[in-house]
Every structure is written in structure tokens, then in C-alpha cells.
């Protein structure tokens, strides 16, 4: 089945540390893209990639960091320097060669620091 | 600045009647839009969208509206069900070198009474 697989489903991180989100897709979707959730907002953009080896900051890209090595991997890493990293993530990918093609989401990472 | 608007946080109806779902956007440069549904600690899936060059389109119980004069959209549940109980976020996109980005609403939680 083709899919967006996200993991780990619930990940817990220590202040100070790093701590990286997978998302792979067999979808062969060219584009890919990382939205943060939190309680009561709506979800926010963080880093999208829409070819391998070039990505660009989204809305909020200030403590994240992303690479695109491959087309069907998208790693997130959040970093010490995200103030507040607590928040359900969302990665998602879409063809980029007709407008209107709708994204793709997987199920989400939770992360907690505690 | 929020380009995407959902101005009812909730919605409660009851089951067998229609729900009015509501969006308000800033953006002239949104020519495309999107429904999601999201169940909690899920990925959304997508629900329906419309072309800036339509005003209605239909998927069985589902339609939305979209007046761009008024930069409104409206997703009309008819007739609905307990299934039909979740988030719903309204989506938008422009095209050009940034499209497949998605610019979203902050939600409305609908739930539908048996």
C-alpha cells in the first residue's frame, strides 16, 4: 500500500537534546512537507522540500532543521534551540506538476520534552 | 497574520441535518482549496477541494462553496452522520513556484449528536 509512514508515534526528549522525526513516502511524490500542530491552532508550516537536495523554510523554521537526500525520505530534526518543541507533527508530500493535487499526510509524531 | 479563517471553533448539530462549516481568507493569491478531516492524534485526510475558477463542487454528502468575492468558503455535510464527528480544517494554496504549499485554517470541532 502506498503511504506516508511516520516514526516514531510518540517520542520524549530531554531539554538540551536534539531529537530527529522520520517520515518516508512510497508515494513517489516529488514534494514533501513538515506542519506542526498545537491545541486549538490550525497546522503551520515548518520546512518543505519540492525536489531532492533543495528545501526551503516554511512559516515557523526557527529551531528546526530538515534534509532531503533522497525523494522518499524528509527527516525533521528539532534542536535545542527550539524553544518550544512540545507539539504534534505532521508530515505530508503531493506531486508538484499540476496545481490542485491535494497532500498527503502520515499519522504524526507527538513529541513531549520533558 | 492569519490568511486562513475559521471563525466558529465549534460546531454542534444533530444527526439526519446539514453542517455549515465556515472559512474566510485574506490571500488573493489563493486559487485553490482544500477540506481536511482530522480524527484526534491522526494525520488529516482529505476531504474535498474547489478551484478558484468553480464556485461549488459536490462529492455525495459533501459540497463546497466558494464566493471569492467575499473570500468565503463553505463545506455543507448533508445529511450528517456521528461519523462525521472531528476537526475540520479548510486549507489554501497559490500557485506559481509555491504551490503544493498549504496555508490552513485554525479548525472548527464538529460534532454530531445521535
Known amino acids: 500500500d502506498g503511504g506516508i509512514t511516520q516514526s516514531p508515534k510518540y517520542l520524549f526528549r530531554k531539554e538540551g537534546q536534539n531529537v530527529t522525526l522520520s517520515c518516508e513516502q512510497n508515494?513517489?511524490?516529488?514534494?514533501m512537507y513538515w506542519y506542526r500542530q498545537d491545541p486549538g491552532q490550525g497546522l503551520r508550516l515548518i520546512y518543505y522540500s519540492q525536489i531532492v537536495n533543495d528545501f526551503q523554510k516554511g512559516d515557523i523554521a526557527e529551531g528546526y532543521s530538515v534534509s532531503r537526500e533522497k525523494k522518499e525520505s524528509f527527516p525533521l530534526t528539532v534542536t535545542s534551540a527550539q524553544k518550544n518543541p512540545t507539539a504534534f507533527y505532521l508530515c505530508a508530500s503531493s506531486r508538484r506538476d499540476r496545481v490542485g493535487t491535494e497532500a498527503f499526510f502520515g499519522q504524526g509524531t507527538r513529541l513531549t520534552v520533558v | 497574520d492569519q490568511q486562513v479563517k475559521q471563525n466558529s471553533p465549534s460546531l454542534s448539530v444533530q444527526e439526519g441535518r446539514i453542517s455549515i462549516l465556515n472559512c474566510d481568507y485574506t490571500n488573493s493569491m489563493f486559487d485553490y482549496f482544500l477540506w481536511y478531516k482530522k480524527y484526534p492524534a491522526e494525520g488529516p485526510t482529505f476531504l474535498i477541494s474547489?478551484?478558484?475558477?468553480?464556485d461549488k463542487n459536490e462529492d455525495g454528502r459533501f459540497t463546497v462553496f466558494l464566493n471569492k468575492s467575499a473570500k468565503h468558503l463553505s463545506l455543507h455535510i448533508v445529511p450528517s452522520q456521528p461519523g462525521d464527528s472531528a476537526v475540520y480544517f479548510c486549507?489554501?494554496?497559490?500557485?506559481?513556484?509555491?504551490?503544493?504549499?498549504?496555508?490552513f485554517g485554525q479548525g472548527t470541532i464538529l460534532t454530531v449528536h445521535p
Open positions: 474547489i478551484s478558484s475558477i468553480k
Open positions: 486549507a489554501a494554496k497559490s500557485g506559481g513556484t509555491s504551490y503544493g504549499k498549504l496555508t
Open positions: 508515494l513517489n511524490h516529488d514534494a
